[in-house]
């Protein structure tokens, strides 16, 4: 791209603005910037040209008096600065010549406050700026040769969807580049907190310590301590392994949160990677595993990271929208802790907000949790970003379940076909694993039961979980449960601290020997530390049901004659899923039909679930591989989602609430922010609207809600309860 060094071949104008040398400081800062975090994927050349320019348009004399509006608490209408930038490099580029170059450059700068454009949809806009602003165009040709000379810039030899990958990456550290930079000058304590986090070495000294420790203190003659031992012992040694793909393969209640922690962690350390990433499908598993990472590694050592604040697609510069950029999580702690839906819609978003993390993605272990629970629909895109990020930068993925599909088995993935997976714990010894630890035993109901006749099982036995498919479900069995004492209630319709003290409550129960029935949704059955003597599981996905089973007699202290039950129902008046959840319940129902139910301890018997599964199922249904390869970042963005409707996080009314709303209004970051998370419930998008025009919510700020007087600590955020997406929350 050495035609980007012709405008500096002129001498530059004399009559520079009064606010060209604060405006050259920062654009030299955040190109500065930006460089160190696109160098980890060998793009800092690029990032530094984008970052000197990311701003010109802020010379024009319309947005200078804009800016001195919003000081001054004045309305004045909003003036675009960020498109100016692209129209030079598109202008440079293209010059008498056809070249689609200018896109790494234009489509960043354009995109770096409302998000990345189409490129064609994004060239008729600078062509238009061109003809239509000459004067503004010469000028900021002219103040631009103020600039230092952008360096030699060398574009990587890439395949279309990699290089749509790489385009996100840089537009990543070009967001992250500018939202520093803003917050060393609006909250510099901010600032100098993020330079000085914890190192991941730190963290592995500590747990590896504090491991032998808990070994220590263990009772080693018990069963599943055997199980967890040998499988963290084998998590230690394949640490040293180069970066790849791993696959962590434990039965319930093996050990996995603790392994694949100490993996992940001596991993990143034996290969000088910076930082571990926890993945998990369910915002409840998220509460119990960052409690217990915190535990070991002080309060300060996780960052736990699932709602996200949300902020206006524009180029707005006053105090409050810059306050709201400042607290959008950049991932830049040792240990990270999230959801796989802000993970992966991460990954093909074009929005800045949620793009702004992702080049810390580089030289990390990402560990999926409950890798199962991705869906089926969006696996091709999935997995075809995953191995570009081992490929190409520096990555370690490490798929873990108890259940485990053999992604790169199937005739129906082919992205992963080819991809060279390591074993962390060998076949033949995890099997041995699933047969030392058949706990329990499988029973199904020949017909479908009531919710009167569930209920009145329920009610017989002194400690029970019921697992349902949707939350609607959940709550119509709480219904017909009303006059039954020691009713619990766990779904994503209760915020993270009722969870927390509900699974509080019910382990004190169990461990005491008091009543305790427990009516759940899916969040209940991957990762929960929960030990029942009996589990209900409504005919579910195979996946789920194995899961689920995984709650029942978990530390094999049932006597073996009497082991724990898990009974599988259909319930008649029951729901779910659409898509392929209800595709994954008629494959069980086949599988089911076909063997013995015994054979729902064989974890072949997954793989053989997983592959029927993927071939009834298109794994691009979405055809997000097709845009993807024409750059067209809006429609992957709106096209890739693992819940399908947007969901809206609503603050649940209660004192602690007002009180912590009280410290986000008047300082907004992202530490305030983290103190409402826990007190936040996810609603879909259609039910906010519908709930706010009948006054039940109330608007505390862009995609913000505080709920009014419909919170019930039993059954949640009652009103919303239609979930076609409780599988992934």
Known sequence: MNDLNSIFAHTPPKDLPNCWHVLEDHLKEVAKLAKGLADKFDAGNLAYCIGLWHDLGKVNPEFQDYLKACVQNKRYEKVPHSIWGAVLAYWLIRQNKEDDRWQEIALVIAGHHGGMDHPGSLSQKLEQRIQNNSMMFNKIVEYAKQLPSPPRIQLPELNRTQRE????MVFSALVDADYLNTEKHFNEKQY???QNQIRVETLWSIFDAEQRRFIN????ESKVNKVRKEAYDLCDKAAAGKPGVYRLTVPTGGGKTRSSLAFALKHAVENKMDRVIVAIPYTSIIDQ?????????GADAVLEHHSQVSVPADEGQDMGQISSRLAIENWDAPLVVTTTVQLFESLFSCKPGKVRKLHNLCRSVIVIDEVQSLPPELLTPTLDILKELVKRYSISV???TATQPAFEDSHYLQPFQGVQVHEIVPKEIYKGHFKKLERIKYSRKKDPISWQELAKETSEEKQIMVVLNTRKDALSLIESLAD?????HLSTLLCGIHRRQILREVKSRLKHGLPVRLISTQVIEAGVDIDFPVVYRATGPLDRIVQAAGRCNREGKLPQEQPGRVVIFEPAEGHAPRGPYKTGIEKAKLLLAQHDIAELHNPELYRMYFEKLFTDVNTDRKKIQAYREVLDYPTVDAEYRLIEENTVPVLIDCDSSARRLKEWKNRPCRRTWQRLQPLLVNMFDYEVQKLKAEGWLEPISEGLYLSRGMYD???????????????IQ
């Open 713 to 727: 600590k039993l059954k949640g955020l009652v009103p919303a309860i239609y979930d076609p997406s409780d599988l």
């Open 192 to 194: 100098i907190l993020r």
């Open 165 to 168: 990958l790489f385009i996100r």
């Open 398 to 400: 490490v798929l873990c």
């Open 289 to 297: 595993t960052a409690t217990e990472y915190r535990k070991i590694l």
């Open 484 to 488: 039954t004492e020691n009713i619990y």
């Open 217 to 220: 203190t263990a009772d080693s």
